[in-house]
Structure formats: structure tokens, C-alpha cells
């Protein structure tokens, strides 16, 4: 198994984009497995493209990746800089495009074998807190202690689901136990808004 973990907690920085959690990310697995075993955009045989393709002596584990923040600013103190990070969450298609993201997976999965991983980075509570109140995405959600399986559906219909085919309903081949993990960047970054930061790695097999 290659260490999601191992190189999630080696990271120790607050990212403006996802191209950068992607690149930084890359670059630890780089360090660890050495660079021609590592790649970005990672094309599989069926087409499907993922955000960072890993080889082991078995396959190539497909890695996709999620970055959406809260409305946050950030001052980072090492490089005398500061600026905003996230304020356009929209809830109901951030929680589909995930599971969206799983069951692409599955099925890079079932045509080149092994596994791969999903990854969630987020200063977002929504994502990993139990829900105090109904929503369209209920059945979407990832919240901690989640078991994600079968077929998932909105929980009603709304014109704007036909974009992207976010109409239609997903279904998982495995189950899967959601558990989030936290996430630490440097000290001489501060980070007022939303400052805590967690991450959710689902390995999809």
C-alpha cells in the first residue's frame, strides 16, 4: 500500500487552488517512490483521467483529489504573504461531485486493478459533521463515522442537476466507513475564518 497518510501529514501548507494541493502532494510521493513512478493526469485504459497516477510493483494506483475552502484569509509569515482562500461552497454539488469521484474510481479500478484513493482536503465542517438538519444531498454525504454503499439519490429533483448529469443517481460497488483525519500546516501560518483543516482519504478498491 503506498502512504497516503505518511505523505498527507508531510504537507504544511495552505493551498490557494487544488493544482497546488495536487503538485504538493505529487512531489511527496516523488520523494518517497522516486519520479518515474509517479505522474499527473494519469489517463487509465478506459479514458478516465485522475489527478495523480502511482506505480507499485502490482498497478498503478489512481489517486483523485477534492480542495474547496471555506471564505478564510490566510497570512503565511515565511513568505510574507497574505491572501484569501475559498467563499464559493455550494454544498449540494461538492457532496455529489465525491461520490461521483468514488464510483469513477471503482471502475479505473476494476479495469486496471488494485486501488486507488480518494482525497478530501477541506477547512469546510460541513463535510465531516453530522447534519443537524435535512438537505437535497443527504444521501451524499461524507460525514465521520458515514458508511457509504448501494445506491445513492438525491433527495429530490432540481432543474440544475441535469448539468454535468448530476441527475442521476450513483452506485457503489463497495461500502465504504468515512474517517477523517486532521490536518496541520506550519506554524507561521495563521489562518482566521475557518482555520481548522481535515482531510478524508478513501481508499476504493
Same mark, same amino acid.
Given at each position: 500500500?503506498?502512504? *497516503?497518510?505518511?505523505?498527507?501529514?508531510?504537507?504544511?501548507?495552505?493551498? #490557494?487552488?487544488?493544482?497546488?494541493?495536487?503538485?504538493?502532494?505529487? *512531489?511527496?510521493?516523488?520523494? $518517497?517512490? %522516486?519520479?518515474? =513512478?509517479? #505522474? *499527473?493526469?494519469? &489517463?487509465?485504459?478506459? %479514458?478516465?483521467?485522475?489527478?495523480?497516477?502511482?506505480? #507499485?510493483?502490482?498497478?498503478?494506483?489512481?489517486?483523485?483529489?477534492?480542495?474547496?475552502?471555506? $471564505?478564510?484569509? *490566510?497570512?503565511? /509569515?515565511?513568505?510574507?504573504?497574505?491572501?484569501?482562500?475559498?467563499?464559493?461552497?455550494?454544498?449540494?454539488?461538492?457532496?455529489?461531485?465525491?461520490?461521483?469521484?468514488?464510483?469513477?474510481?471503482?471502475?479505473?479500478?476494476? &479495469?486496471?486493478?488494485?486501488?486507488? +484513493?480518494?482525497?478530501?482536503?477541506?477547512?469546510?465542517? @460541513? +463535510?465531516?459533521?453530522? !447534519?443537524?438538519?435535512?438537505?437535497?444531498?443527504? &444521501?451524499? /454525504?461524507?460525514?465521520?463515522?458515514? #458508511?457509504? &454503499?448501494?445506491?445513492?439519490?438525491? $433527495?429530490?429533483?432540481? !432543474?440544475?442537476?441535469?448539468?454535468?448529469?448530476?441527475? =442521476?443517481?450513483?452506485?457503489?460497488?463497495?461500502? +465504504?466507513?468515512?474517517?477523517?483525519?486532521?490536518?496541520?500546516?506550519?506554524?507561521?501560518?495563521?489562518?482566521?475564518?475557518?482555520? @481548522?483543516?481535515? +482531510?478524508?482519504?478513501?481508499?476504493?478498491?
Amino acid at each position: 500500500m503506498i502512504d *497516503v497518510d505518511g505523505a498527507m501529514n508531510s504537507i504544511d501548507q495552505v493551498f #490557494t487552488v487544488e493544482e497546488q494541493f495536487r503538485f504538493s502532494l505529487a *512531489v511527496q510521493f516523488l520523494q $518517497k517512490y %522516486g519520479e518515474e =513512478q509517479v #505522474t *499527473v493526469e494519469w &489517463e487509465a485504459v478506459d %479514458g478516465n483521467r485522475t489527478d495523480i497516477g502511482v506505480r #507499485t510493483e502490482d498497478s498503478i494506483v489512481p489517486i483523485e483529489l477534492k480542495y474547496l475552502t471555506a $471564505k478564510s484569509r *490566510v497570512r503565511d /509569515r515565511r513568505f510574507d504573504q497574505s491572501f484569501q482562500i475559498g467563499g464559493n461552497h455550494d454544498a449540494n454539488r461538492s457532496h455529489y461531485d465525491n461520490i461521483k469521484d468514488i464510483k469513477r474510481l471503482e471502475n479505473v479500478v476494476a &479495469e486496471n486493478g488494485g486501488y486507488g +484513493y480518494f482525497i478530501r482536503l477541506s477547512n469546510i465542517p @460541513n +463535510y465531516w459533521s453530522e !447534519p443537524s438538519r435535512s438537505a437535497l444531498h443527504d &444521501e451524499f /454525504r461524507i460525514y465521520e463515522g458515514r #458508511t457509504l &454503499e448501494g445506491e445513492l439519490d438525491w $433527495k429530490d429533483y432540481r !432543474p440544475w442537476m441535469e448539468s454535468r448529469n448530476r441527475d =442521476q443517481p450513483i452506485d457503489l460497488d463497495g461500502k +465504504y466507513q468515512i474517517e477523517w483525519s486532521d490536518f496541520s500546516y506550519r506554524d507561521d501560518i495563521e489562518v482566521s475564518g475557518s482555520p @481548522n483543516f481535515r +482531510y478524508l482519504a478513501v481508499q476504493v478498491n
